[in-house]
């Protein structure tokens, strides 16, 4: 056990290993003061929920509490090593503030009442809409933290039973446009690379991906290889001097909204060295014309100009690129929260096209997930798709799931594709949406702009029901809120960023009369009394592992194969990784490992979209575009953003995170030592900004956009000039709720990528000044 100061030090100490070694173990712990671990009464198996690396742990379970966590060192995730808000932040659960018994809203107040008085107020609702208004008028909007067997439930209940095409979740926000990017290349989502891609790469680049403090473990791997024998050259695209870009071979900051050309510009380079495998390129895909004619228009000095970068910190970062013998590259928030999300993360995608550079050890992508169950969502239909990667605009593929759930094919909504999240909020906002179900989220928070999304969750005309396990900015809003068991208080399974599936076991009972978010999906499904069309119980599962296994039936034969898993055989120790199935008895490490991908048409999840206008192509346009099935390489445009600095506005603002907070706080918070390590939001600013603005380090400064305005310490140096970054976590419900000046949304604009449907976080213009009045708060 290591005894560095985690939170000093995120990363703890170095294991160095060389290429092709296997990563050595370090088991990480934490418990409680006057606990060690020959008192603890048992040790419960779980994974990490905050983060999406997906780092497998044990629980310590003493007298009935939880009282701290260690790495489990078997595990082909972490090999025993813990994020700092894996070693902390299971103390929330212990919060003294937790939800214990259902809240209805009586005269404009919040009270307590009992479970059947609550669901009683929900079916009835649900009821008169159904009768009243339809389908359309309900929705459900989820979390990237629950577990499959949860959002499985919910997806049978809102397409199967009630019928609705609104069903999205938070992690719109965040991995949305990983998804869309996978469809787009692969004609499938699943990520092609396995995170022991680390162990053999020789480059390893990072796409708008602060991996050092998003997934500390998976940094902690890479500082590895890089202490080790022949370390891997890295590169960093980020507008902000990140512990990755301190580490880099090449930085690229470029100006958030030209990460299009930044792409163009270093595939140009690629391609004009002809540093491509020209047989994989014939054998595997179609596009790589169009690409090549696109890219022709971008020779590094016009990229350079447009991202206001150095043109030979292009031609350096392609060349590694492009001569690498093994490439990994990753993707995040940097790309997906930025303008032209899907486009530029396809060319990621396409830069291992080019160089054949799939399926094989040290090669591979990543599109990165932002929460720990984020994958469920995708695979299971909670976040709008359909389950099991079936693709809406297939009708052989709405009968099978007809026939699985022995419904008419019509009951499922397929006549539009599914509604996103911000379409929902303004069908809310509108009025033709008249329920929201949130669960385990907080989007009074985590939305952008948050005066408007204010504004529609208190409408007198939206019922509104609050499913979580704290207080949230959104519940206090809630018409009903509902008391969940959170993590260890329950059992279920998830998946993480590299289809790695970890079991989570049960460790404690919740408090008071809180219920695992199964129970309360599985309740409402008993009382709203739903049918299949033999008059049958629609769901018949009633615990975890028999809705496993209805999932497993549902993912049988798709990409994301599940039938040759178990309780039984994830509790033996190591996450496992999809497909796993008769073929593939022990998983599958990587994908498309010989050059055959999920792509056919009467197999794909998706017939793809146009990357500039998100228009969906048609069956007959994609079989015309790729007749064999094969990857697909898809050019783009580069267009300017929508809102760019002005005189009035003249910065460029972007939102993050912090490696001590997860989401808006609700769990990290409650943790002392992360709390203590970021209390309070900040702006990051360049030290030449600072200086022309008069502005010192800590100083107050009021950062406004034409949304809103916040206040917070500045931070000068690490970020370049012209941009400013507030990280997004911090809202309300420790604070003056009164004062909405706190919350970095309440900067952010109502837009999104055509394609993924991901909002906008990182292109809003700012201004930024030191706060006259000494500070609001």
Not at 113 to 123: L, P, Q, Y
Not at 156 to 163: L, M, Q, S
Not at 198 to 213: M, P, Q
Not at 719 to 747: C, K, S
Request: charged share 25%.
């Amino acid at each position: 056990m290591e005894a560095v100061d985690r939170i000093a030090d995120p990363w703890g100490t170095r294991t160095p290993y060389g290429p092709d070694q296997r990563w050595p173990e370090r088991v990480d712990e934490f418990l409680a003061r006057g606990v060690d671990a020959g008192s603890v009464d048992r040790w419960v198996q779980s994974a990490a929920v905050l983060h999406s690396n997906g780092d497998a742990l044990d629980i310590a379970v003493k007298d009935d509490r939880i009282v701290g966590v260690r790495g489990r060192a078997v595990d082909r995730v972490n090999r025993g090593r813990l994020d700092p808000k894996d070693l902390f932040g299971w103390q929330a659960n212990g919060s003294p503030d937790r939800l214990t018994t259902p809240l209805v809203r009586i005269r404009g107040q919040l009270r307590a009442t009992d479970w059947d008085s609550a669901m009683d107020r929900i079916v009835l609702h649900t009821n008169h809409l159904l009768d009243s208004h339809g389908p359309g008028s309900i929705g459900f909007y989820t979390s990237g933290q629950l577990f499959l067997e949860e959002y499985y439930t919910q997806a049978v209940i809102a397409h199967a039973a009630i019928g609705t095409n609104h069903v999205d979740g938070n992690t719109r926000l965040c991995t949305a446009t990983a998804a869309e990017a996978l469809k787009e290349s692969f004609g499938c989502d699943g990520q092609p690379g396995s995170y022991t891609d680390i162990d053999h790469a020789n480059v390893i680049a990072l796409f708008g991906h602060n991996v050092a403090e998003t997934q500390t473990v998976l940094w902690a791997r890479m500082l590895d290889r890089l202490a080790g024998s022949a370390p891997p050259a890295i590169i960093c695209v980020d507008p902000r001097s990140t512990p990755v870009a301190e580490h880099a071979t090449v930085h690229l900051a470029p100006l958030p909204g030209t990460n299009v050309a930044l792409m163009n510009g270093l595939l140009h380079e690629i391609i004009s060295h002809d540093w491509v495998d020209h047989d994989y390129i014939a054998a595997h895909t179609v596009g790589f014309d169009e690409l090549q004619r696109r890219v022709a228009e971008f020779p590094p000095a016009r990229a350079a100009e447009i991202c206001g970068i150095d043109a030979d910190d292009i031609r350096c970062a392609a060349e590694l690129l492009g001569t690498a013998d093994r490439l990994v590259s990753t993707v995040l928030q940097g790309f997906y929260q930025s303008h032209q999300a899907t486009a530029a993360s396809v060319q990621v995608n396409n830069i291992h096209l080019v160089r054949g550079m799939l399926g094989k050890p040290g090669c591979g992508v990543l599109q990165m997930n932002g929460q720990p169950t984020a994958e469920n969502t995708r695979e299971c239909g909670a976040d709008g798709d359909l389950a099991g990667f079936r693709n809406w605009a297939n009708s052989d593929h709405i009968a099978e799931l007809a026939k699985l759930w022995n419904v008419e094919p019509q009951q499922i909504p397929h006549y539009a594709p599914p509604t996103h999240a911000m379409q929902m909020f303004r069908f809310a906002e509108e009025g033709t949406l008249r329920m929201l179900w949130v669960t385990a989220t907080n989007p009074a928070v985590s939305l952008p702009d948050l005066a408007r999304i204010r504004n529609i969750l208190t409408q007198d005309r939206l019922f509104l029901i609050v499913q979580d396990i704290f207080m949230t900015e959104t519940a206090e809003l809630a018409d009903v809120v509902l008391p969940a068991a959170a993590w260890g208080e329950k059992t279920g399974t998830f998946t993480n960023a590299d289809r790695t599936v970890h079991i989570s076991e049960k460790a404690v009972e919740p408090p008071g009369s809180a219920r695992p978010d199964l129970d309360i999906f599985l309740d409402y499904a008993r009382r709203m009394d739903f049918r299949d069309k033999d008059d049958r119980p629609l769901i018949s599962w009633q615990d975890p592992e028999s809705a496993f296994q209805a999932w497993q039936k549902c993912s049988a034969g798709r990409p994301c194969d599940y039938t040759g898993l178990s309780y039984a055989k994830l509790r033996a120790g190591s996450g496992i990784q999809w497909p796993c199935n008769a073929a593939h008895p022990d998983g599958t490490e990587r994908l498309y490992t010989n050059g055959e991908f999920w792509s056919a048409q009467d197999y794909c999840e998706a017939y793809g979209k146009d990357l500039i206008t998100g228009a969906p192509l048609e069956p007959t346009e994609y079989r015309a575009m790729n007749p064999y099935g094969k990857a697909i390489i898809k050019a783009a445009e580069y267009l300017p953003a929508h809102e760019r600095p002005s005189d009035a506005y003249p910065f460029v603002l972007i939102t993050g995170r912090t490696v001590y907070h997860f989401h808006t706080r609700t769990k990290t918070a409650r943790a002392p030592q992360l709390q203590r390590a970021a209390p309070d939001v900040w702006v990051e600013i360049s030290a030449a900004d600072a200086r022309r603005l008069g502005i010192q380090e800590g100083q107050p400064v009021d950062v406004t956009t034409a949304r809103g305005g916040i206040t917070a310490a500045a931070r000068i140096g690490r970020i370049r000039p012209g941009v400013v970054f507030v990280p997004f976590h911090y809202g309300y419900w420790d604070a003056d709720r009164r004062d909405h000046h706190r919350a970095g949304n309440e900067l952010t604009l109502t837009d999104w990528d055509p394609v993924s449907k991901q909002p906008t976080y990182k292109t809003a213009a700012a201004r930024v000044q030191a706060t006259r009045s000494g500070g609001r708060r």
